[in-house]
C-alpha cells in the first residue's frame, strides 16, 4: 500500500490533482518526462446523483508508469461518500482515497465542500470516519491551513490523525488567498512537529531546489506539485536527481516542443476541433514562463487563433535555431501564467 511506501523511501513526490487537467493523457506526458512515486487524480464531485465518472475512473485506472494514482473526492454528504466509497472499493487496483480540503474555487466552496470544510472541524471529522470505515486501504487528506484563518489547523490535524488518515498534504495558504502571496510553508513544519503520520509539502514548488528548500526546512516526508508540473514535466526527475546528489536533468526547448505535440495528440484524442486551441492554451499559458524572459512566446500564443496558428507559433520558438536553447528551471519573473489555477 502507499501508506506503507512511507516507510521503503525517505521522501515521496507527488503530482497534485488540478481540475480538467490531470487526466490519462496528462499522466502520460508526466510519466514520460520522469513519473512521481503517486499521481492524484481531479476530483469526483460526491451528490446525490453522481457515479463514478468515466473519464476520472480511466486516470484513476491507468497505473502511469506502473505508478499508483489516488482517487480524490470532493463532498458532504455522508451517505453519498459512502456510496461513492463503496463504488470506488469494486476496484482492487485503486490503493488510495483522498479527501479534497482545500479547494478554493468560490464555485465550489460556496457549496460547503472543498475548502469550506476547514470552516467545520466535525465535518470533516464525520466524512473521515465514513470513508475511513468503508475504506480498508490508504486513505489521504489535502487541506489548506484555513479558509480565512488558521483558526481551525490543528484541531483539522488531530482529527485527521485520530480518524485513521494515513497522510496529510498541505498547501501552505488559506483558501481566502487562492494562489496569491508566497505559501507558508511554517504551517508544514508545524504541522510535522504536530503529527506522528506523514506530512506531504504542497504550494509553490517550483522546481528541484524549491523542493529540497521546503523538505530541509519542514522536515516533510514529501512534496506535491501541480501548476509547476504542467510548465514542466521533468520536475519530478529533477527533484529525484537533487535529492541523490546527481546532475539535474536541463530540458531544451525542443524538449518541450516533445511534449507540446505529447499535450497536442492527448487532446486531439478527447476535445473537438473547435476548442482544441483554448484547450492547449491552457497548458501553454504554463509552460510559456519558462520559455523567454520577454514573453514573446507568452504573448503571441494567446494571440493564436486557431491550433494551425498556435502550433506555428510552437514552432517558431520552440523549434529549429532556438531547439538547444535551455529552458528554464524557474519562471521567469514578471510573467504570469494563470494565477487562480489548481495547485
Partial sequence: MLADFFDKKGFLTALAPMQDITDAGFFARIAECGAPDFFVSEFLRVTPTSKLDP??????????AGKDVAAQIIGCSIPDIERIVNAYAQYPQIDCLDLNAGCPAPKVYKKNV??????????IAEILRCMRKNWAKTLSLKMRIGFENDKNFFEILRIAEGEGVDFITIHARTVKQLYRGVADHSYTKKAVEFLKIPVIANGDITSAQKAIEVLSYTNARGVMVGRSSVRNPWIFRQIS?????????????????????????????TCRECKLSGRMKKFLNFVAVGVDKDGNFLNEMRKACSTDELMK?????????NSEKLFAFEPYPGLCSRPNHES
Fill in 114 to 123: 472543498g475548502g469550506s470544510l476547514l470552516k467545520e472541524p466535525r465535518e
Fill in 241 to 269: 536527481e537533487a535529492l541523490c546528489g546527481r546532475e539535474i536533468y536541463k530540458p531544451t526547448l525542443g524538449d518541450v516542443l516533445k511534449y507540446v505535440y505529447g499535450l497536442l495528440n492527448d487532446n486531439l484524442k
Fill in 313 to 321: 507559433v510552437c514552432e517558431k520558438h520552440l523549434g529549429g535555431e
Fill in 55 to 64: 473519464k476520472i475512473l480511466n486516470a484513476v485506472l491507468s497505473k502511469p
